[in-house]
């Protein structure tokens, strides 16, 4: 059972314009949802979280959106740069086993100039 | 500069011959956490370690093991190595809680068993 799941496996977006990546979680307990980036070689990298507190949470072009009532959040990116073109990774996890991260599938983001 | 280290970049080994991937943080964090990532499946967790000594099951611990002795390091352990371990490894570290502050992770270990 996948409890995190991000159902595009890629994206493509015009520089410039709005990127939106969704993700989906069936577990009611998750406490922190995250993204990550994660370029060729290279390990993932943090990008941006939110507490199941919070509908919104926001840092530059980075905003992450969270719908508990329908196990839903996503990642806006505006506007969009080529260097963003990268795998990004939505993850969960709870506050009692705080060393536990569920990481979804992954979502390749194309911006394209 | 605040890392995770882990050694080697790259493995081919063959099966059954025990192997040990390391992986050490300079960061005095808390937290250390082994994923590995197959095509197609994201990045699935093998075992964390809260502290010194105490460590836990991730998604899918079978055929592997870890200690951690020391706060800094956090070795993954194949007893015994299969073809389908053939993997990307990321070892990971956390200030903490790994949702309050998010996992930094190493530059990966690709293992292929033959």
């Known amino acids: 059972d996948q409890q995190v799941k991000q159902n595009s496996p890629s994206l493509s977006v015009q520089e410039g314009r709005i990127s939106i990546l969704n993700c989906d979680y069936t577990?009611?307990?998750?406490?922190?949802f995250l993204w990550y980036k994660k370029y060729p070689a290279e390990g993932p990298t943090f990008l941006i979280s939110?507490?199941?507190?919070?509908d919104k949470n926001e840092d530059g072009r980075f905003t992450v959106f969270l719908n508990k009532s329908a196990k839903h959040l996503s990642l806006h990116i505006v506007p969009s740069q080529p260097g963003d073109s990268a795998v990004y990774f939505c993850?969960?996890?709870?506050?009692?086993?705080?060393?536990?991260?569920?990481f979804g599938d992954g979502t390749t983001l194309t911006v394209k100039p | 500069e605040a890392q995770v280290t882990q050694n080697p970049r790259y493995l081919i080994t063959v099966t059954g011959k025990k192997l040990t991937v390391t992986c050490s943080q300079n960061?005095?964090?808390?937290?250390m956490s082994w994923y590995r990532q197959d095509p197609g499946l994201g990045l699935r967790q093998i075992y964390y370690s809260m502290n010194v000594e105490v460590t836990d099951k991730g998604d899918v611990p079978e055929g592997y093991k870890v200690s951690r002795k020391e706060k800094r390091n956090f070795p993954l352990i194949l007893e015994s190595p299969s073809p389908n371990q053939t993997s990307l490894y990321f070892c990971?570290?956390?200030?903490?809680?790994?949702?309050?502050?998010?996992?930094?992770f190493g530059s990966g270990t690709r293992l292929t068993v033959v």
């Open positions: 577990n009611s307990m998750f406490d922190y």
């Open positions: 960061m005095n964090h808390e937290y």
């Open positions: 939110i507490s199941s507190i919070k």
């Open positions: 993850a969960a996890s709870g506050s009692i086993d705080a060393g536990k991260s569920t």
């Open positions: 990971a570290s956390s200030l903490a809680s790994s949702g309050r502050y998010g996992y930094t």
